[in-house]
Antibody, heavy 119, light 109 residues
Framework: QVQLVQSGAEAKKPGASVKVSCEAS????????IHWVRQALGQGLEWMGW????????NYAKKFQGRVTLTRDTSINTAYMEMSRLRADDTAVYYC??????????????WGQGTLVTV | QSALTQPHSVSGSPGQSVTITCTRT?????????VSWYQQHPGKAPKLMIY???KRPSGVPDRFSGSKSGNTTSLTISGLQAEDEADYFC??????????FGGGTKVTV
């Protein structure tokens, strides 16, 4: 079945960087976007950005531009989210989710299990 | 502040219907034809319930339906069940390859 499996929880100091991975299985990795969404404890969902695994193209929410970098390794069907200059308010659960590349429909499915990053 | 506004909470008794609204409060959410809804139980990842305003993925009970009127999209849960108690988030494509989420609604059964 289609599945996204993320790396484990991370604890970082302010100013450090963190890199979270998202391994895809059950479908052709390069046929769908990978989006990243975060959720602070008890708060709502916040869309961060996407990467096109086929060509590496990406786009970011304005809030995260310059501090978040999305990459992928197609040889192991894995997408990465790296955030630098971490602050205490970056403490959140970070999710990856699959989305369509074609602009004819729009959804996020499935989602990874989430990765808790504590700063 | 989110460009998509949802009520903080709604509640209903088992068997009743509840409707959650998601109102576009900014023109920064595109043409509003790409709206999806996600259910999230405590400690779990979100789950897709409705996409493209009113389409239901396979496996989602037909008790869940979506609609749109003007600047407001809605998720209706008919025949409310205990397992429907969760947080629900709307999400819209905002154009220019950007997406935005609503603030979320807690449904209490």
């Amino acid at each position: 079945q289609v599945q996204l499996v993320q790396s484990g929880a991370e604890a970082k100091k302010p100013g450090a960087s963190v890199k979270v991975s998202c391994e895809a299985s059950g479908y052709t990795f390069t046929d769908y976007y990978i989006h990243w969404v975060r959720q602070a404890l008890g708060q709502g969902l916040e869309w961060m950005g996407w990467i096109n695994p086929d060509n590496g193209g990406s786009n970011y929410a304005k809030k995260f531009q310059g501090r978040v970098t999305l990459t992928r390794d197609t040889s192991i069907n894995t997408a990465y989210m790296e955030m630098s200059r971490l602050r205490a308010d970056d403490t959140a659960v970070y999710y990856c989710a699959r989305g369509p590349i074609q602009p004819t429909e729009d959804w996020f499915d499935p989602w990874g299990q989430g990765t808790l990053v504590t700063v | 502040q989110s460009a998509l506004t949802q009520p903080h909470s709604v509640s209903g008794s088992p068997g009743q219907s509840v409707t959650i609204t998601c109102t576009r409060t900014s023109s920064d959410v595109g043409n509003y034809n790409f709206v999806s809804w996600y259910q999230q139980h405590p400690g779990k990842a979100p789950k897709l319930m409705i996409y493209d305003v009113s389409k239901r993925p396979s496996g989602v009970p037909d008790r869940f339906s979506g609609s749109k009127s003007g600047n407001t999209t809605s998720l209706t849960i008919s025949g409310l069940q205990a397992e429907d108690e969760a947080d629900y988030f709307c999400c819209s494509y905002a154009g220019r390859y950007i997406w935005v989420f609503g603030g979320g609604t807690k449904v209490t059964v």
